[in-house]
């Protein structure tokens, strides 16, 4: 079973973990414990392999990327502390929250735990808090060369507005701008609405409750539309 929680600062150094198998250029644990202190401007989740079965049973499917695998274990190899068997923590997601606007800061999903539908669950939760929080519009950076990203992006909505030149510092990458439709907008939110009970559905027997989703339709979004 897997469960969404809030980020608290006894995630960190699992979240270190799993940044380091996801990103050339992760965080600094010091730059989320500064996220953590600001909670009215910020919002960090975590997805959590409750029984530790996640990771074993996506290793195992024959479709496995077996390169990616074994990449990985050689890392775990060279740093048996930074990489557990079978992580708790199968992702972690967060954005920033300022007047009516929402930035996403970070999505990651442990490359074990991919393929799944983890990353779109992230996502929603980050739209659902954007939503309760009355933003009007929810902006993101991906780089140019991500475009199962960019296609998951699209899905939701959202759209190239803008590049930012060399915007990733490990290799000079630029970044598109995405901005979403807006979060007032009733067909955006009918349509939200039915892509997340979807994603829901996909993963419900995998799903434990959570505090921070849930399965039932969220009554507020047609308040949030008027």
């Not at 930074?82 to 999505?107: K, N, Q």
């Not at 009355?134 to 939701?156: F, G, I, P």
């Amino acid at each position: 079973m897997f469960r969404l929680d809030l980020m608290t600062l006894d995630d960190l150094p699992d979240v270190g973990r799993v940044e380091r198998r996801c990103f050339t250029n992760p965080w600094p644990q010091s730059a989320y414990r500064r996220e953590l202190r600001y909670p009215e401007q910020n919002y960090y989740v975590v997805l959590r392999d409750c029984d530790g079965q996640g990771a074993t049973a996506a290793a195992g499917r024959p479709d496995a990327p077996r390169r990616a695998l074994t990449r990985l274990v050689s890392s775990i190899a060279r740093k048996p502390e930074d990489a557990p068997v079978a992580p708790a923590l199968a992702g972690f997601a967060g954005m920033w929250v300022m007047y009516d606007e929402a930035h996403v800061t970070t999505i990651g999903v442990d490359p074990l735990y991919r393929g799944q539908g983890w990353g779109e669950l992230l996502l929603v939760a980050l739209f659902e808090e954007a939503i309760r929080r009355r933003a009007s519009l929810l902006t993101l950076e991906v780089r140019v060369s991500n475009v199962t990203a960019q296609r998951l992006y699209e899905k939701y909505g959202m759209s190239v507005q803008g590049i930012r030149a060399r915007y990733y510092t490990d290799n000079g990458e630029d970044a598109y701008i995405m901005w979403s439709r807006s979060l007032r907008d009733p067909q955006f939110l009918t349509r939200f609405e039915d892509l997340r009970r979807t994603v829901l559905s996909r993963l419900e027997t995998r799903l434990s409750d959570s505090p921070i989703i849930s399965r039932e339709p969220n009554v507020e979004l047609p308040d949030i539309a008027q």
